[in-house]
């Protein structure tokens, strides 16, 4: 994660010094989760997002963090010109049904829970960034 940190700063440090906020709008796509484990969400019958057929209910996640989300909204808290964050941590963390899993051409053998299946969870991410584009 000390890689991950020394990139973002440098890329908030190239955008606080190189954009003119008058013209232009950054914006910044937040971390997506992956769900390869599935005692995160407290399923003993599964290994990982294999067979998986709804999102999980309510509006928080009973696994852990994903890593680089603190990291990135410190980053972002210290911009003099802050990117507008499209926070889609928690929206991906309750999705553990969006993922190809075995359907990605790996057949059992390789299950892809890292990825999203689209129509799904990568068109509403674009309707955030719609929506941020409209205010």
Same mark, same amino acid.
């Given at each position: 994660?000390?890689?991950?940190?020394?990139?973002?700063?440098?890329?908030?440090?190239?955008?606080?010094?190189?954009?003119?906020?008058?013209?232009?709008?950054?914006?910044? /796509?937040? *971390?997506? @989760?992956?769900?390869?484990?599935?005692?995160?969400?407290? =399923?003993?019958?599964?290994? =990982?997002?294999?067979? /998986?057929?709804?999102?999980?209910?309510?509006?928080?996640?009973?696994?852990?963090? *994903?890593?680089?989300?603190?990291?990135?909204?410190?980053?972002?808290?210290?911009?003099?010109?802050?990117?507008?964050?499209? =926070?889609?941590?928690?929206?991906? /963390?309750?999705?553990?049904?969006?993922?190809?899993?075995?359907? @990605?051409?790996?057949?059992?053998?390789?299950?892809? +829970?890292?990825?999203? +299946?689209?129509?799904? *969870?990568?068109?509403?991410?674009?309707?955030?960034?719609?929506?941020?584009?409209? /205010?």
């Amino acid at each position: 994660m000390e890689a991950y940190k020394i990139a973002m700063t440098t890329w908030g440090n190239w955008v606080d010094k190189n954009i003119d906020t008058s013209k232009t709008r950054v914006f910044f /796509q937040g *971390v997506a @989760a992956v769900h390869l484990n599935a005692k995160e969400w407290n =399923d003993p019958n599964h290994k =990982d997002c294999s067979e /998986q057929t709804e999102p999980l209910k309510g509006s928080t996640y009973p696994g852990p963090g *994903v890593p680089g989300e603190a990291i990135l909204k410190s980053i972002l808290s210290k911009m003099a010109k802050p990117a507008y964050l499209l =926070d889609i941590t928690l929206l991906t /963390q309750l999705r553990k049904d969006g993922h190809p899993s075995i359907y @990605a051409g790996g057949g059992p053998k390789f299950t892809d +829970c890292s990825h999203w +299946c689209l129509a799904g *969870v990568p068109d509403t991410w674009n309707e955030l960034l719609y929506a941020a584009l409209l /205010q």
